[in-house]
């Protein structure tokens, strides 16, 4: 009798034991427990739908936010992980949006900052990419991450947003494109703000501007960028993209709920013919080649990773994203564009999904100033 006493007691033991240690994991995973944003997540996500990770999540992210390639929409995602998670995104100080461009990205843009010395895991910002710079920026092993797009769409999309009819003198995008290829339109290759305009991409990757009629520096530029970057995200395939950024990063689909940022109404965006597209793309034959080549490297991961099994995970993260909109916005459906956004503001546990990218980085600007603050008094031992 007495052994048998024993050997629940010691079975009790060992089941708090084990209980206590499952939450621990799940508490190492999942992050900050006091965010609003996991709290949230939690409530519309029970913590049994989660699934057992057999990867290790990754921490450094370099992240080049292309110009109109839905990059907006993913930096949301990395800002939202840093949030949460505490982790020092590469910042300049003043209030833009921007690191360098049009020259290279360099430490001499961030070597100012009060959070310097803390060391950086992620970067999400416009830059002109300079891959060994960056990568000595986040130290460690980063995955590299980058979008891209359809170039005439996104040379539309371009023209559109940035007004760039007033900068070609008053000419809308049809009539820019019936001049295009006059050898007396000299303005064509001219940059708004020494940074907008042809074969966009491959500017913001940083190829030299004088080089993009030079086939074989291009194809081996786009050589390397296929070598530098872990997976190149497609705008016009997001669902599959997010499905793979998941496996890449090793993150539940919780953490990757994302939202369309800067998209038209349908009746802004300017329709082309055959003939105006492909008018555009000889024009934009470098980024163009960029497009098609790494295109082809995603479809093949896309096929490799299993046309049943994308499916099935495309479900997967539709219902996460359904189940968490519901419970921010409390059951209300059908909701769009900004209303849906100032909708999602008023919750505490859902406007970071709202939040517009200056007052994002501003939020994230203080809290790591108020994390270099911390070191600083730490190190001088007042605190």
């Not at 203080?366 to 994390?371: G, H, N, P, S, V």
Request: hydrophobic residues 40%.
């Amino acid at each position: 009798m007495t052994k048998r006493i024993s050997f629940i007691l010691l079975s009790i033991s060992w089941i708090i034991g084990f209980v206590t240690v499952f939450q621990w994991k799940l508490h190492d995973r999942v992050g900050n427990e006091n965010s609003p944003l996991v709290n949230n997540a939690r409530k519309v996500m029970p913590v049994a739908t989660v699934t057992k990770q057999t990867c290790e999540p990754k921490r450094k992210i370099g992240f080049l936010k292309m110009h109109k390639c839905a990059s907006t929409t993913v930096q949301n995602i990395f800002l939202r992980h840093a949030h949460t998670k505490d982790l020092n995104v590469i910042l300049p100080l003043g209030r833009s949006n921007y690191l360098g461009s049009p020259e290279l990205f360099s430490l001499e843009l961030v070597n100012g900052t009060p959070w310097h010395h803390l060391g950086y895991d992620i970067m999400a910002l416009h830059t002109r990419w300079h891959q060994s710079t960056i990568k000595q920026a986040l130290g460690g092993d980063p995955t590299f991450i980058t979008t891209i797009r359809e170039p005439a769409q996104l040379f539309e999309s371009l023209y559109g947003y940035y007004n760039l009819y007033k900068f070609h003198g008053e000419l809308t995008l049809y009539e820019f494109l019936d001049k295009l290829e006059d050898e007396d339109f000299k303005r064509k290759d001219d940059r708004f703000l020494q940074k907008i305009g042809r074969n966009q991409m491959l500017f913001d990757l940083g190829f030299p501007i004088e080089d993009f009629d030079n086939e074989e520096k291009v194809k081996k530029f786009v050589d390397e960028v296929e070598q530098n970057f872990d997976l190149v995200m497609v705008t016009e395939k997001m669902e599959e993209s997010i499905v793979l950024l998941k496996h890449l990063l090793c993150w539940d689909y919780r953490d990757l709920v994302f939202l369309k940022r800067n998209s038209r109404a349908k009746n802004k965006i300017q329709k082309l013919s055959v003939d105006q597209t492909n008018k555009l793309r000889r024009w934009l034959k470098a980024d163009n080649y960029l497009y098609t080549k790494l295109r082809e490297v995603f479809d093949k991961k896309v096929e490799k990773f299993g046309y049943k099994k994308m499916e099935e995970e495309k479900q997967k993260l539709s219902s996460v994203m359904n189940q968490i909109m519901e419970g921010c916005l409390s059951g209300e459906k059908n909701l769009q564009g900004k209303i849906l956004f100032e909708e999602l503001k008023k919750s505490a546990g859902c406007r970071l999904y709202a939040l517009g990218e200056h007052i994002f980085l501003d939020e994230i600007k203080k809290a790591q100033w108020k994390r270099a603050d911390k070191v600083a008094l730490q190190s001088l031992g007042l605190r």
